[in-house]
T-cell receptor
Framework: NAGVTQTPKFQVLKTGQSMTLQCAQDMNHEYMSWYRQDPGMGLRLIHYSVGAGITDQGEVPNGYNVSRSTTEDFPLRLLSAAPSQTSVYFC???????????FGDGTRLSIL | AQSVSQHNHHVILSEAASLELGCNYSYGGTVNLFWYVQYPGQHLQLLLKYFSGDPLVKGIKGFEAEFIKSKFSFNLRKPSVQWSDTAEYFCAVNAPGSARQLTFGSGTQLTVLP
């Protein structure tokens, strides 16, 4: 049972490049979320999904897209990377909206 | 919208000292409350949670938290900290009206000196 798996673990991009952060979970959880973690700001919600085919915006969605074609996968796309998107990104899943989150190991992203 | 405040940004203690980290939230109704811990270089792990019932909840590694509804608080405590407790601690709230979103505090970095 792998839990929540994020790839890659580290990535360096140039301004303007696009990329996709991958997230997969094998716990059959309906709810999945993407957060970014910045010093002194805790975790801020980017996008979330309550089931396959359903996504919604969180607190800081600008510059990011998501899709949820299957229960297992919830990729996060950076459309045109900006230095302000340098951060650590965490994917999380939970069985229902009231249960605790299970977090992945994170992706450390640097935009030059 | 709900919000979570953690007043202590960085706490430094010696081993065996007692710990209390503050957490206040702003939401007038029923809430679910959580404390997560993030050890250096690792992902967040659940320490404890409060859904209902006894307002004093016990978690892993000797941590406990007390929910005081009148004060909108959910402070984390440990009677005697260890060097291995050095980590960042996050309080989080999940209100039924926004069950899809978990709101996190800004975190408290705890450093325990050997």
């Amino acid at each position: 049972n792998a839990g929540v798996t994020q790839t890659p673990k580290f990535q360096v991009l140039k301004t303007g490049q696009s990329m996709t952060l991958q997230c997969a979970q094998d716990m059959n959880h309906e709810y999945m979320s993407w957060y970014r973690q910045d010093p002194g700001m805790g975790l801020r919600l980017i996008h979330y999904s309550v089931g396959a085919g359903i996504t919604d915006q969180g607190e800081v969605p600008n510059g990011y897209n998501v899709s949820r074609s299957t229960t297992e996968d919830f990729p996060l796309r950076l459309l045109s990377a900006a230095p302000s998107q340098t951060s650590v990104y965490f994917c999380a899943s939970r069985p229902t909206g009231h249960q605790p989150q299970h977090f992945g190991d994170g992706t450390r992203l640097s935009i030059l | 919208a709900q919000s979570v405040s953690q007043h202590n940004h960085h706490v430094i203690l010696s081993e065996a000292a007692s710990l209390e980290l503050g957490c206040n939230y702003s939401y007038g109704g029923t809430v679910n409350l959580f404390w997560y811990v993030q050890y250096p270089g690792q992902h967040l792990q659940l320490l404890l949670k409060y859904f209902s019932g006894d307002p004093l909840v016990k978690g892993i590694k000797g941590f406990e938290a007390e929910f005081i509804k009148s004060k909108f608080s959910f402070n984390l405590r440990k009677p005697s900290v260890q060097w291995s407790d050095t980590a960042e601690y996050f309080c989080a709230v999940n209100a039924p009206g926004s069950a899809r979103q978990l709101t996190f505090g800004s975190g408290t970095q705890l450093t325990v000196l050997p």
